[in-house]
């Protein structure tokens, strides 16, 4: 089945520690997305990949990081310079890179929390 | 600029009724595209509905439908025979041709048995 996985369900990470949460799709989309979500706050975007090897920065970039190496993977770092980074994060991807819209498709997100 | 605005943080209805959700979208573009997203409790994002604005007819999904108001900016969800899995946090957002997604806040739906 086609889909967007994201792993880990759950994630604990120390305060100081870099972590790294896995978004990977096999819908052959172009274009991939991070957003951030807090109660009450809708979604946030961190950061988005229109092709490979291409990101830019969202609205909440700062102590964020991501790669795209491959068009199906799509990487987010938190590193220890968020100061906040306990949420939940949300993966999406979309088929088109310009032109007509296309749906965004959802990963079951990770839930961060820092101890 | 563009912003998107849900006035209703928290809303119910009785199960088989019919309930209607709102949102506001400002932005100054003529081409752009408007979608309702569902949130359950297992909060997996599904899209619901989505409408083009250059169309002048209004999307219906089976029991979903929108009500697409383009000169008052207004873009409301209608659920009708409303069902207990309708339960979920439902976001509106909008967009130009491929870019970025605008979401709103969110309005939280209870279904009551």
């Known amino acids: 089945d086609g889909g967007i996985t994201q792993s880990p369900k759950y994630l604990f990470r120390k305060e100081g520690q870099n972590v790294t949460l896995s978004c990977e799709q096999n819908l052959n989309h172009d274009a991939m997305y991070w957003y951030r979500q807090d109660p009450g706050q809708g979604l946030r975007l961190i950061y988005y990949s229109q092709i490979v090897n291409d990101f830019q920065k969202g609205d909440i970039a700062e102590g964020y990081s991501v790669s795209r190496e491959k068009k199906e993977s799509f990487p987010l770092t938190v590193t220890s310079a968020q100061k906040n980074p306990t949420a939940f994060y949300l993966c999406?991807?979309?088929?088109?890179?310009?032109?007509?819209?296309?749906?965004?498709?959802f990963g079951p997100g990770t839930r961060l929390t820092v101890l | 600029a563009q912003t998107v605005t849900q006035s209703q943080p928290e809303m119910s209805v009785q199960e088989a009724e019919t309930v209607t959700l709102s949102c506001t979208y400002d932005t100054s573009e003529n081409n752009y595209y408007l979608f309702w997203y569902k949130q359950p409790p297992s909060r997996q994002m599904i899209l619901v509905i989505r409408q083009e604005a250059y169309k002048q007819q209004n999307a219906t999904e089976n029991r979903f439908s929108v009500n697409f108001q383009k000169a008052a900016k207004s873009f409301s969800l209608k659920i009708s025979d409303s069902q207990l899995g309708d339960t979920a946090m439902y976001f509106c957002?909008?967009?130009?041709?491929?870019?970025?997604?605008?979401w709103g806040l969110g309005t939280s739906l209870a279904v009551n048995p």
């Open positions: 957002a909008g967009s130009r041709a491929n870019r970025k997604l605008i």
């Open positions: 999406a991807s979309t088929a088109g890179t310009s032109g007509t819209y296309n749906e965004q498709f």
